[in-house]
């Protein structure tokens, strides 16, 4: 079974990566013991995460992105620079990497199995998303990176994971290309799918939907 955990950002209660941070600690130590597996489901105040290509300081582009209006921090994970913010679930998914990828050293297994669970709940939105691999790495309609991923492991957890853009929010990315990809742009689920009267709701439903996937699937060799 998976545990999951839900938090959400609200101008009078933000919820700051340094928030689910703290929070991924406490509960991989609290699954280690029995190599439990849980996803914690976060809406983030507005935030540029740098990803281990990104992370030097004296780089233009750095220095550029702490100029803006957002809090900018170093991940953990691999990759390059993305938004996180309003309108879009970040997970991270904690789970013994031996178990879920069928080997000790399988993160590229883990990498694409985390997406092929997230690939079907974005078709209900999206019937035309697919996974690319390589310097696409994600999920994309023909519009725009939906999903993007990056995980770390910690002594032999996975541990960090995906975003997922839901809500259509003309402030998000703030420009900047998506995963540091030129000339990539966000799609989110809703954009023609869900009426906007409807968007709340169905933002709720998006961590159950993934948690059902995780359930019925994670033990399958993708």
């Known amino acids: 079974m998976w545990s999951v955990y839900i938090d959400r950002h609200s101008p009078e209660h933000p919820f700051r990566f340094s928030d689910l941070l703290k929070l991924q600690d406490e509960v991989l130590e609290s699954l280690r013991p029995n190599r439990g597996s849980a996803i914690l489901f976060a809406e983030l105040a507005p935030t540029l995460t740098l990803g281990a290509r990104q992370i030097h300081l004296g780089d233009e582009r750095t220095a550029y992105l702490r100029t803006l209006p957002i809090e900018v921090v170093a991940g953990e994970r691999g990759g390059n620079e993305t938004w996180h913010g309003p309108g879009q679930w970040v997970g991270f998914v904690l789970t013994p990497l031996l178990e879920f990828a069928g080997h000790e050293r399988g993160v590229r297994v883990a990498v694409m199995k985390m997406l092929a669970l997230l690939e079907p709940v974005a078709r209900i939105y999206l019937p035309e998303a697919a996974i690319e691999d390589g310097a696409r790495l994600g999920i994309w309609s023909p519009r725009g990176k939906v999903a993007s991923i990056g995980i770390k492991i910690r002594d032999g957890y996975t541990s960090s994971g995906f975003a ?59």
């Not at 799609?187 to 998006?206: A, C, G, H, T, Y």
């Open 164 to 222: 997922i853009n839901c809500v259509p929010n003309p402030a998000a990315f703030l420009g900047i290309d998506p995963c540091g990809i030129a000339s990539a742009r966000p799609d989110f689920l809703f954009s023609d799918s869900v009426s906007p009267e409807k968007w709340e709701q169905e933002f709720l439903r998006i961590p159950n939907l993934i948690q059902e996937s995780f359930e019925k699937n994670a033990n399958a060799r993708i």
